[in-house]
């Protein structure tokens, strides 16, 4: 099983990756955890360029190869192999995110991102996409309590105007509204159990029909 989990700025969709891989491993499932952009060693070179706020000249084209860059090594590195061993992976951020900050946001279009997803991808979809939905405002103070917080130098995304990130979100809702089997939108403004409750009712069918489909 692949499932990503999706989000605007803030939404808390990492601590809601990181509570249903606990849940998950108590059932006794192997899971393997990973995010983007980074994931691997290399990948987390690429990250640091793309996020750093003082690269503020990093243009839209350059922003969505760097992504697809760092996406393709732990595809190729990380997820295809634990897929292979028969572990959940579960993605903090995949190719929606860059159909949505980069063709949406940043006006790139759908098929480009498409088009750079075929190459680096190879094809692979998530089984199940948990985009957690939070407004702009909110979103945004978190993640900026967060960095603070942390002292994090990452925040490029996040010093994007807010046009920028209603876009994200506008583009986010859209998504789930045209693939209803795979997309799941989540409000992520209530308390993070009532959350990750909504996040196993989505999951827990999708375990029960791996474990009957069987090895």
């Not at 506008?170 to 209803?180: C, G, P, Q, T, V």
Request: glycine share 8%.
């Amino acid at each position: 099983m692949f499932i990503t989990f999706e989000g605007p700025e803030g939404s808390g969709k990492s601590t809601q990756l990181r509570m249903l891989a606990a849940r998950l491993r108590e059932s006794g499932r192997a899971v393997f955890e990973t995010a983007e952009p980074g994931g691997t060693p290399i990948g987390l070179q690429i990250r640091r360029v793309l996020l750093d706020a003082a690269n503020t000249d990093l243009k839209p084209t350059t922003e969505l190869l760097l992504m697809f860059a760092a996406r393709a090594q732990n595809v190729e590195q990380w997820i295809l192999p634990a897929l292979g061993r028969g572990e959940v992976v579960l993605c903090d951020r995949f190719t929606d995110s860059t159909l949505v900050y980069q063709g949406s946001a940043r006006g790139m279009g759908a098929e480009v991102v498409y088009e750079v997803d075929r190459i680096a991808c190879r094809g692979l979809v998530p089984d199940l996409t948990l985009v957690i939905d939070i407004d702009v405002e909110t979103g945004l103070a978190r993640a900026h309590r967060r960095s603070v917080r942390t002292q994090d130098m990452e925040t490029r995304m996040e010093q994007q105007d807010l046009s920028f990130h209603r876009k994200v979100r506008e583009a986010y809702r859209r998504l789930a509204a045209d693939e209803l089997q795979r997309v799941k939108l989540i409000d992520g403004s209530r308390p993070e159990p009532a959350v990750a409750a909504d996040v196993w009712a989505e999951v827990q069918g999708l375990v029960k029909q791996s474990k009957e489909a069987g090895p």
